[in-house]
């Protein structure tokens, strides 16, 4: 056997061996070892798709959002929330132009959940209810079970915020003075 140092790998042959020769291949080919078979009404519809009755598809009463890659509506669906608002504008946009299998499908849907948070927050403080976030949130909980975590949490929001306020605030409005104009006398 060839010695091996830590940061060399022991070289080991590979042997490929015929799917016929592995045990239990093949063992679905014949339909009377199928456990089901003295049951089963055969009529081979399990090829051609769909090999069950499909039950009443769900009437949507709202709109209803759905991925491009599939253009009819599953069986059942969420209808609790319809697409509202900016949060809205953001969740069409995703499903009308970004596949499933883009990043950007997926990042713009969390932001339209982030923005349709400040949307309920808003729309409970239109209604004159005072969310209490403090508890909804489970701070109390985190404050007890996880305090740094929260404390890192809390104190990264706050610098996202700060940053975001200080960027939307009038240039001229910043601290910076205004650019004076000498005038000279002619």
Not at 44 to 62: C, F, K, M, N
Not at 86 to 108: K, P
Request: with cysteine; glycine share 6%.
């Amino acid at each position: 056997m060839e010695p091996t140092t830590n940061n060399s790998k022991p070289s080991r042959a590979r042997t490929q061996t015929p799917p016929t020769d592995l045990p239990g291949w093949g063992i679905d080919a014949d339909p009377k070892n199928d456990p089901t078979y003295p049951m089963k009404q055969r009529t081979d519809a399990e090829h051609t798709g769909i090999s069950w009755e499909r039950p009443t598809l769900q009437q949507p009463d709202v709109e209803v959002l759905k991925s491009m890659e599939r253009p009819n509506l599953t069986a059942v669906f969420g209808t609790s929330t319809p697409p509202s608002g900016l949060s809205g504008m953001l969740r069409r946009h995703a499903y009308a132009n970004y596949s499933e299998n883009d990043n950007r499908h997926w990042f713009t849907l969390v932001l339209a959940d982030k923005i349709n948070v400040v949307e309920c927050v808003l729309d409970d403080l239109a209604s004159g209810h005072v969310p209490n976030i403090f508890k909804e949130k489970g701070y109390k909980a985190s404050w007890q079970h996880d305090r740094k975590g929260l404390i890192v949490s809390l104190g990264t929001t706050l610098a996202i915020t700060a940053g975001l306020a200080y960027l939307a605030w009038p240039k001229n409005k910043r601290g910076k003075k205004p650019k004076s104009r000498t005038v000279y006398p002619s």
